[in-house]
């Protein structure tokens, strides 16, 4: 008879944990399937965010502490970094400025890991001094640029044609340091969509064999 309620308490004891295993995946599987919604302000502390960086470089990437005094930790950059990594397919980035080198690193770490990545970027900003562009450029990534005289102002970019970041933020060191500015990362297909027709749209029109460089009167 003991022997009986021994393995009855065992074999309820096991039912109780194999239950309590299958709630806390459950509950992981519910929050992975959760849509992303997330607001980012910024000025952003000051941070050290290249061990976020080296994680996302891969394996082969190098280990060693950064010497940096900057805190580690999470902050408005490292959150915007971590959702820009999140790329798997593609990312598309329509913005106005570009010199951020941090986030300007994690565009091309993502470039080298076969995302497909475009940039749409202003003409008259491309190429002040600390711009990324060239950077992204001489990496083999495809960038476009406007030839009007009003600015390309826009500041969005969609990562994997499901989760859209856009907001205030130029991707500027000056912005994410001591700008009043907000982000907002989003992922519903009713605000997708959208973007992402304003984006294919400028993408062609910007398209190099569109360029007009003689009137039609001086044919």
């Known amino acids: 008879m003991w022997a009986v309620d021994a393995q009855r308490r065992a074999g309820l004891a096991l039912a109780v944990a194999a239950a309590a295993a299958l709630a806390i995946t459950l509950a992981a599987w519910r929050r992975r399937q959760r849509p992303v919604r997330e607001v980012l302000f910024f000025p952003s502390r000051p941070s050290c965010t290249e061990e976020l960086l080296a994680e996302a470089a891969g394996p082969g990437a190098a280990a060693r502490p950064c010497p940096c005094p900057l805190p580690r930790g999470d902050c408005s950059l490292s959150r915007l970094l971590r959702r820009l990594l999140s790329a798997r397919r593609s990312l598309e980035i329509c913005l106005f400025a570009f010199s951020s080198p941090q986030l300007g690193r994690a565009v091309q770490l993502l470039h080298r890991r076969g995302v497909r990545v475009r940039v749409v970027t202003d003409a008259q900003y491309m190429g002040l001094q600390g711009s990324q562009i060239g950077r992204l450029r001489r990496a083999g990534i495809q960038v476009r640029h406007d030839r009007e005289n009003g600015y390309m102002h826009h500041k969005f970019a969609i990562v994997d044609r499901r989760m859209l970041i856009t907001g205030s ?28 027709d304003e984006f294919e749209r400028i993408w062609e029109e910007y398209n190099p064999i569109n360029y007009r460089f003689f009137s039609k009167d001086n044919k």
């Open 169 to 196: 933020l130029n991707w500027t060191t000056q912005a994410i340091q001591n700008n009043r500015e907000n982000v907002l990362v989003v992922e519903d297909a009713e605000y997708v969509k959208p973007f992402l």
